[in-house]
């Protein structure tokens, strides 16, 4: 599965940005899809899953309260609006195909698409 992440950047603390993640118009919404992200010389991160119809979601608590991810089913599209943007947001975010439904840890068995780099500024 290809998956084409895109709207990284460079921001300063404080602002937003808004990440997409288009799945091709073979996956169909009964997975989960998220974005994990990482940084240099740390673990992978869990930043926010939602469910294949965007009736459930699952956030890091880092995430909560500043970045929301939603999902567009008839565009086979997942974004993942990011405000309050602070210096140790930036990593490379990935967007991730879940194997299922189940939105907790989808990382070890999904399909990963291209990271982009959210570099914030301080």
């Known amino acids: 599965v290809q998956l084409q992440a895109s709207g990284g950047g460079l921001v300063q603390a404080g602002g937003s940005l808004r990440l997409s993640c288009a799945a091709p118009?073979?996956?169909?919404?009964?997975?989960?899809m998220g974005w994990y992200r990482q940084a240099p010389g740390k673990q992978r991160e869990m930043v926010a899953v939602?469910?294949?119809?965007?009736?459930?979601?699952n956030y890091a608590e880092s995430a909560k309260g500043r970045f929301s991810i939603s999902r567009d089913i008839a565009k086979n599209t997942v974004y993942l609006q990011m405000n309050s943007l602070k210096p140790e947001d930036t990593a490379v975010y990935y967007c991730i195909l879940g194997a299922d439904n189940d939105i907790g840890d989808i990382a070890d068995f999904g399909s990963w698409g291209q990271g982009t780099q959210v570099t914030v500024s301080s």
């Open positions: 939602i469910t294949g119809r965007g009736d459930r979601t």
């Open positions: 118009g073979s996956v169909l919404a009964i997975n989960a």
